[in-house]
């Protein structure tokens, strides 16, 4: 990893510290309250306001938005389009995660009318990514059925559309602005067995963003945060189960001087 990348990576931890962003989570049911834990664990502050009434309104007075489209429902599709307009609007970070987009009808049209808000960040798997670029059909579901490599191209030619970053995730995870290409290494395969995970990731990419003004290396900083933390919880736990209990302890133990020893590198 070269001196500038290690620099980038350590001034992202340090602000999101000093910057402890707001983050409002429009995001899957049954993960928002490891998402919230996540957040905290990172030291952002987390937020889950869903209502459509309400959704425009907190967007505003927030750092960064996630929308993630997991448990939809006609209820919270209507305050995510409420929530990333606004956000756009208002030039306020926002992040775009296409759970099992592909794969369902409902939820592939909402986040294909939701890219019309230019997403600062796409964070996706392989399958998902494609599909949303409409460079091919979804994954199983929110299993991804394509590797991170057969995405690269789509997830290009997305950011450039969008304006912003595309991420993808995977053994080692993809992130791109269109014109450059890094690669995260590191995690474990116990992040594939913690429901939330990934929808974690998406929160905590807003919150990395949101704190550094840098679109590329606050989701390049997100990503290699949770990698690095995988893999110093997955050295002490005895399974999934205390995998995430170890897991959200080593977001929290991870600062500035050993994020830079994460795996992170320009794509050759």
């Keep these: 990893m070269s001196r500038s990348t290690t620099a980038s990576l350590m001034a992202a931890r340090a602000a999101l510290t000093e910057v402890r962003p707001l983050v ?5 049911t049954v993960v928002q309250a490891f998402t919230a834990n996540a957040l905290l664990a990172v030291g952002a502050s987390p937020a889950m306001v869903d209502a459509p009434e309400e959704a425009a309104e907190f967007a505003a007075v927030a ?13 919270t599709a209507e305050a995510m389009r409420a929530a990333a307009a606004r956000a756009a609007d ?3 970070p926002w992040v775009l ?11 592939t049209r909402l986040a294909a009318e939701l890219l019309e ?3 600062d960040v796409i964070r996706g798997n392989a399958s998902e990514v494609i599909a949303l ?8 579901g929110t299993d991804s059925t394509a590797g991170v490599d057969s995405a690269a191209s789509a997830a290009a030619d997305l950011a450039r559309r969008t304006g912003g970053v595309v991420a993808v995730s995977g053994e080692v995870d993809l992130v ?8 995260v290494g590191g995690g474990h395969v116990l992040l594939t067995r913690t429901t939330g995970a990934g929808c974690a ?7 990395y963003v949101a704190a550094t003004g840098s679109v590329l290396w606050g989701a390049v900083a997100a990503h290699a945060h949770v990698a690095l933390a995988a893999e110093r919880a997955a050295a002490v736990c005895g399974g999934p189960g205390s995998f995430a209990i170890a897991w959200l302890d080593a977001l929290d133990a991870i600062g500035p001087d050993e994020l830079a020893d994460a795996d992170v590198r320009d794509q050759a």
Excluded: Q
């Design 90 to 92: 208002d030039a306020k």
């Design 97 to 107: 995660d296409p759970v099992a987009v592909g794969a369902l009808g409902f939820r």
């Design 201 to 207: 990731l998406g929160a905590l990419t807003a919150a």
């Design 176 to 183: 791109t602005d269109g014109e450059r290409t890094l690669r």
């Design 24 to 28: 409002h989570c429009l995001t899957n």
């Design 117 to 119: 808000h230019r997403p």
């Design 63 to 75: 750092s960064a938005v996630l929308v993630n489209v997991g448990t939809l429902n006609a209820r």
């Design 133 to 140: 670029a409409g460079a091919g059909a979804g994954g199983r």
